[in-house]
């Protein structure tokens, strides 16, 4: 998938609906995890969300990307970048 750089005012939405993708079972690259999840953000808020997606990611949470409690924590985590402003996640 070729995928261009984030754009500041898009990165909330743009990780949403990864994260929306990864809830719904969608598969996913390397150059896809990487551009969302291997990358950093000057956005605090998002930035936790990346870390806590690159964790459960690793297995390093009690949640699991396949499982029903993952895909309800990413459903979760996407409706906040969604509906909250940088500061507010």
Request: hydrophobic share 35%; proline share 3%; aromatic share 8%.
């Amino acid at each position: 998938m070729n995928r261009h750089p984030l754009q500041p005012s898009n990165c909330r939405q743009e990780f949403a609906d990864f994260l929306q993708r990864l809830a719904n079972g969608a598969d996913f690259d390397t150059e896809e995890w990487s551009s969302f999840v291997v990358a950093h953000y000057h956005d605090e808020a998002l930035e936790e969300i990346r870390r806590m997606t690159a964790r459960m990611g690793c297995g390093y949470m009690d949640e699991k990307l396949d499982s029903e409690a993952g895909r309800e924590l990413l459903r979760t985590w996407a409706d906040r970048l969604r509906s909250t402003g940088p500061a507010a996640v």
